[in-house]
């Protein structure tokens, strides 16, 4: 249980790190407004921290059950919530059903898309 909190923690520090960059970032930019060919502005720099953080504490949640098999699962994060979780789990159908139960209860998650593939 602590390395899932060790875990969540680290991923929510890196997101409010990448954050504070971003903002930081965009005020040497002029404003935040992303010029043609230019980064991306300071709302679309939130919206992928929060897309990472969230990938990244799916991951962590599925890493923390033995039962789910994740090491061949992949976890896209969107910043609208969804997650999309594919690959294919080391524990066949119970694995993947454990890892769609297990995301949807991960805090900010709003939708889970099952792109996984049983071998």
Do not use: F
């Not at 005020?27 to 060919?37: F, H, N, R, V």
């Amino acid at each position: 249980m602590s390395q899932h909190i060790t875990s969540t923690a680290r991923a929510t520090i890196t997101a409010c790190a990448l954050a504070a960059g971003a903002l930081l970032a965009g005020c040497a930019g002029g404003g935040g407004w992303s010029e043609p060919g230019g980064s991306m502005s300071n709302s679309q720099a939130a919206k992928a921290s929060y897309a990472q953080n969230l990938e990244q504490r799916v991951m962590a949640a599925l890493r923390a059950d033995p039962r789910v098999g994740a090491q061949g699962l992949r976890v896209e994060g969107r910043s609208d919530g969804t997650v999309i979780i594919s690959g294919s789990p080391a524990n066949g159908t119970a694995g993947r059903d454990l890892a769609l139960m297990i995301a949807r209860n991960v805090g900010g998650v709003r939708n889970v898309v099952n792109s996984m593939v049983m071998n």
